[in-house]
């Protein structure tokens, strides 16, 4: 997971742990990523030609950060022939959430007073299944999008970045209801992993051709070259 500044890289058997290395928020990853895969892999006492499976986390988040995951995944995948099992942010925090309500809606921070939000029904095996598209908005929006989809006092609230629904009217008449708003902490490239092996498992693979980013909002650049730029410098 390379979304955001709290990336990490994990080594898993299956759904175990073997090796995990956290990034450094001072550092790029355009020189951290690789070393840290070497890192990770030595202290697993394995190579990358016993890297069975690849998982990676392809936003929402930085858009440097997510392109650099996808391109190095890309690179491994086509060098040693695996398969690649893409993962969404949102859907690996959300797996992060305790208890077991019967719907999650997971929150991550996209600046610009904006959040990154999707909601996730729990089914009877456990499995999360994406209610709708994972989407971009204000906190107060993403709050009445979920009030429209699940009922009242039904679903659990994880983020990493709690502080931004804390405060807005509309979280507290879902906390008045008993809705919980969780906080994560650390990196998520063992939760990815997890997943990755899931998808395996039921042959929701893809390649480095298919491999595509989850970015949800457009990049400057995009908007800039859509609104030409006489437009663009009389936006916000």
Not at 143 to 155: C, H, K, R, Y
Request: charge should be negative; glycine fraction near 12%.
């Amino acid at each position: 997971d390379t979304c955001d500044a709290q990336g990490s890289v994990c080594v898993l058997r299956k759904q175990d742990v073997l090796a995990e290395v956290f990034h450094s928020a001072a550092e790029d990853y355009s020189s951290w990523l690789l070393p840290a895969i070497e890192e990770c892999l030595k202290k697993a006492a394995l190579n990358f030609a016993q890297v069975e499976l690849y998982a990676v986390a392809t936003g929402p988040g930085s858009f440097t950060g997510v392109r650099m995951g996808l391109t190095t995944v890309k690179a491994l995948a086509e060098v040693f022939g695996r398969g690649i099992a893409a993962v969404s942010r949102l859907e690996a925090v959300a797996h992060l959430a305790q208890g077991s309500a019967e719907w999650i809606a997971a929150v991550i921070d996209a600046q610009r007073g904006q959040v990154f939000g999707g909601l996730f029904h729990r089914e009877a095996a456990g499995a999360l299944v994406a209610a709708g598209a994972e989407r971009i908005c204000a906190p107060t929006e993403f709050v009445a999008e979920v009030a429209s989809l699940a009922p009242l006092g039904g679903v659990t609230w994880v983020s990493p970045d709690a502080g931004m629904l804390r405060g807005e009217l509309s979280w507290v008449a879902r906390e008045s209801a008993g809705e919980t708003l969780q906080e994560t902490t650390g990196g998520l490239a063992a939760v990815v992993g997890r997943i990755g092996h899931e998808k395996a498992l039921e042959g929701k693979l893809t390649d480095a051709y298919a491999l595509e980013a989850q970015y949800v909002r457009r990049s400057g650049a995009e908007l800039f070259w859509k609104s030409g730029p006489r437009s663009a410098s009389h936006g916000r």
